[in-house]
């Protein structure tokens, strides 16, 4: 199985790609590192978890990714607040990171029953 091959690397790596997009303009260098750091860490650790060699590994290495599906939704919610996230926008990223755990939690448990 290849990483580049699996929906959910493609749609995390997406939205890892849009965030970055979209929030080029803010000048709240702390901010913007967190978030679009905790979005690159998605697709990263999916990937590297594929990499793994053994099942175990993989699957700690989703737990990561969906780790940081919930540190990136907590920022998009904050974002929003202080009105660097389009509201839009943000309940579409929102939507974007619950779909992502709930492919990740699917991913996790095939990696953990084989």
Request: glycine share 8%; aromatic share 8%; hydrophobic share 35%.
């Amino acid at each position: 199985m290849k990483f580049e091959d699996l929906d959910v690397w493609k749609r995390a790596a997406r939205l890892s790609a849009c965030i970055y997009r979209e929030l080029s303009q803010v000048n709240d260098f702390g901010f913007k590192d967190q978030i679009t750091r905790s979005g690159l860490s998605i697709p990263s650790n999916i990937a590297e978890g594929i990499e793994r060699g053994s099942d175990k590994e993989c699957a700690k290495f989703l737990h990561y990714a969906k780790g940081s599906c919930g540190e990136l939704r907590t920022q998009i919610y904050i974002g929003m607040d202080i009105g660097y996230i389009n509201p839009e926008t943000g309940k579409q990223w929102i939507k974007e990171t619950r779909e992502l755990s709930a492919m990740l939690v699917g991913l996790i448990r095939l990696k953990q029953n084989i």
